[in-house]
């Protein structure tokens, strides 16, 4: 024992007490003082404070510094009701089309194996790389009066840019990667096992998709969506490329925010505002509630893969 004792010495480790079955010894760095831990914390709360909460607080308080009548009638002026509902309207379209497509990803990614896999991967993390604005300059060059598709969709009186498609387009391209890049992880560590031995059963891809697969994925969907919606309803710069800046037409939220602020009407920006955070809250505690399901669910899901693959 003092052979053991003095070899863990040697390595910078103290030793503990523990129960059976756990190392016996435990790293020094993970024993910090008191005083080290206390000091940590002090100094993740106060970045905390100085760059969340005191902003946070803010934003709410200009809004309702006029009285709860100013900041409901800022929130209610044509204008801004319009941003409201053009933004929710973009939401709707954009993120069951990245539902879709980031189940159809993830299903074909996790589950198969094919050349040109790495290269779609890729392109899933390309808006994650690429700026919103170059993105909206993008389309801009698509589909503008000098675009590629400009002279054919002025033929047909077909308008994208400075109007609704065009900021749907911008939203789409900003927000694909979300659902896929929550279910392509998942669907990997839990592996191919259970579709498998439904299709063996006879099943049909169909009810083996929505039997077997929908149902160990769902909290990550959920995660997901999510995630995608509360982008597409912040998205600031592709958006505000495409849009135009028409008040009362293809201003969404962020973009009346900054309208609102350059005119000098504070009270009414931060009211205004005050609607995104609100989302950011809401979208926060339901994304906690989340992880914490699909942290369970991943840890059912080892525990089951560890039982089924012991050593007989």
């Known amino acids: 024992m003092s052979a053991i004792i003095s070899a863990a010495a040697l390595v910078n480790v103290t030793p503990v007490s523990v129960p059976r079955g756990e190392p016996a010894y435990a790293p020094a760095a993970t024993l910090e003082p008191v005083w080290v831990r206390a000091l940590l914390i002090l100094i993740a709360f106060a970045f905390l404070t100085l760059f969340l909460f005191v902003p946070l607080i803010a934003v709410f308080y200009e809004g309702l510094r006029k009285g709860w009548d100013v900041y409901v009638a800022a929130i209610f002026e044509p204008d801004a009701w319009s941003a409201i509902k053009l933004t929710l309207l973009t939401a709707l379209i ?81 927000t694909f990667p979300f659902v896929a890049r929550e279910l392509i992880p998942l669907m990997q560590s839990q592996g191919s096992e259970e579709e498998e031995a439904a299709l063996v059963l006879g099943a049909s891809g169909w009810k083996t998709f929505w039997h077997v697969t929908l149902p160990n994925i769902k909290w990550g ?31 969404t939220i962020p973009l009346q925010v900054e309208i609102l602020y350059n005119e000098f009407n504070i009270v009414g920006a931060f009211a205004v505002a005050s609607l995104l955070a609100s989302l950011a809250l809401v979208t926060l505690a339901i994304k906690s509630f989340i992880e914490w399901r699909l942290h369970h669910q991943l840890t059912a899901h080892q525990a089951a893969y560890a039982l089924n693959h012991q050593p007989s």
């Not at 969907?221 to 009362?248: K, T």
Request: glycine share 10%.
């Open 94 to 174: 954009a993120v069951p089309l990245n539902l879709v497509f980031g189940v159809a990803a993830a299903w074909t990614i996790a589950k198969f194996e094919f050349r040109g896999k790495n290269i779609l991967l890729t392109l899933i993390d390309l808006p994650f790389s690429v700026s919103p604005v170059i993105s909206g300059l993008i389309y801009v060059l698509l589909f503008g009066l000098q675009g590629y598709f400009g002279p054919w969709l002025r033929a047909h009186d077909i308008k994208i840019l400075f109007a609704v498609p065009g900021i749907v387009l911008a939203t789409v391209f900003v």
């Open 221 to 251: 969907l959920l995660y997901g969506v999510i995630l995608c919606n509360a982008r597409a309803m912040g998205e600031f710069g592709a958006v505000s490329v495409v849009s135009g800046h028409i008040r009362g037409e293809t201003n």
